[in-house]
T-cell receptor, first 114, second 113 residues
Framework: AQKITQTQPGMFVQEKEAVTLDCTYD???????LFWYKQPSSGEMIFLIY??????QNATEGRYSLNFQKARKSANLVISASQLGDSAMYFC???????????FGKGTMLLVSP | DVKVTQSSRYLVKRTGEKVFLECVQD?????MFWYRQDPGLGLRLIYF???????EKGDIPEGYSVSREKKERFSLILESASTNQTSMYLC????????????FGPGTRLLVL
């Protein structure tokens, strides 16, 4: 069974608008962590934001926030005030309890237009 | 800043050749990982290592082996390269703590002809 699902293969947004990238996950563990990464066309993976399953508040890092809905098993990334440099591939990933390995979704390509 | 380097950005090899992909991290991280990335499939874990001389199979280990003789270096080996191993290979390292992110190298784009 797929552990991480990103249903949007691609998204378009205009500069300065907000955009939400969807991520749902599947785990039977109570303790887990959720990550979002950005991959520009150059190829490097850049860590954006982390949410622990026991964290009481939704994570935020600058223009990035994570809309964590535990009961629905969703961890959507919200980018406020999109910039041209946000155009990239975005991956959601999960770490189950007891392991250091990450399971990645298939990614969402975000294109920001002027 | 954590730095993870990979020996080559681009590599072209012929079918049947033995291929070595090297990864070095400078932050004394315990954990290191090798992924391959293919369009539409995301990142898939090939092998990982929790410590020197230790290795664990990931989701797609067939056709690959690894070596970790020193803590900072994790090598991926394709014993006999095949065309279906043409891909982007990403190395990552991580400190032992669970909340820590993995830090990725720049990737190696391997083409097997």
């Amino acid at each position: 069974a797929q552990k991480i699902t990103q249903t949007q293969p691609g998204m378009f947004v205009q500069e300065k608008e907000a955009v939400t990238l969807d991520c749902t996950y599947d785990t039977s563990d109570q303790s887990y962590g959720l990550f979002w990464y950005k991959q520009p066309s150059s190829g490097e993976m850049i860590f954006l934001i982390y949410q622990g399953s026991y964290d009481e508040q939704n994570a935020t890092e600058g223009r990035y926030s994570l809309n964590f809905q535990k009961a629905r098993k969703s961890a959507n990334l919200v980018i406020s005030a999109s910039q041209l440099g946000d155009s990239a591939m975005y991956f959601c990933a999960m770490r189950d309890s007891g392991y250091s390995t990450l399971t990645f979704g298939k990614g969402t390509m975000l294109l920001v237009s002027p | 800043d954590v730095k993870v380097t990979q020996s080559s950005r681009y590599l072209v090899k012929r079918t049947g050749e033995k291929v070595f992909l090297e990864c070095v991290q400078d932050m004394d991280h315990e954990n290191m990982f090798w992924y391959r990335q293919d369009p539409g499939l995301g990142l898939r874990l090939i092998y990982f290592s929790y410590d020197v001389k230790m290795k664990e199979k990931g989701d797609i280990p067939e056709g690959y082996s690894v070596s970790r003789e020193k803590k900072e270096r994790f090598s991926l080996i394709l014993e006999s390269a095949s065309t279906n191993q043409t891909s982007m290979y990403l190395c990552a390292s991580q400190a032992g703590r669970r909340r820590e992110t993995q830090y990725f190298g720049p990737g190696t784009r391997l083409l097997v002809l």
